[in-house]
């Protein structure tokens, strides 16, 4: 990890994402990292730490926060948010950093609806291949392959 440099810090940050609906006890954070274990993106990215985005919230690290590609990779899935012991609502904080984002330039408006639109493709994908694996026929098993090259714009 970088080194971190107190006067680059944002004191007032915290209090900014806080101020924001859903986001209002994110500071109840202990580090105990329920969110981290149980994440399905922290699984397969060992960056992708919750925890670690919510340390550097409170320590004001504004800039890196809200730069991180890393605050795109949330799959909202509100794991976190349901087994968090201090009912931190980790979904929501992210939703209100990728607003702030956006907002304060660090990313386009266009990067931040192509981030809702493939969040929406990833859920519909799935869930067909969830009903798939319940349901088995070569039907769904070809609309999943349509879909996946519709959106990656590929021949499977």
């Not at 605050?71 to 794991?79: G, I, K, N, P």
């Not at 976190?80 to 607003?99: N, W």
Request: aromatic share 8%; hydrophobic share 35%; with cysteine.
């Amino acid at each position: 990890m970088d080194k971190i440099i107190l006067n680059e810090m944002d004191a007032n940050f915290k209090n900014e994402i806080a101020s924001q609906p859903g986001a209002e006890h994110f500071q109840r954070c202990f580090t105990c990292g329920t969110c981290t274990a149980s994440c399905p993106v922290a699984e397969v990215n060992e960056e992708y730490d919750p925890r670690r985005i919510i340390r550097m919230c409170i320590l004001g690290m504004k800039k890196e926060v809200l730069s991180s590609d890393l605050l795109w990779m949330c799959s909202r899935c509100y794991t976190c948010y349901a087994l968090c012991p201090q009912g931190v609502k980790f979904t929501d904080v992210i939703e209100v950093l990728r607003d702030m984002a956006m907002k304060e330039g660090y990313v386009t408006k266009d990067r931040y609806k192509e981030s809702r639109e493939l969040d929406k493709f990833i859920q519909e994908l799935r869930c067909e291949m969830i009903n798939q694996k319940i349901h088995p026929d070569d039907k769904k098993d070809k609309k999943v392959k349509e879909m996946v090259e519709k959106e990656l714009k590929i021949k499977w």
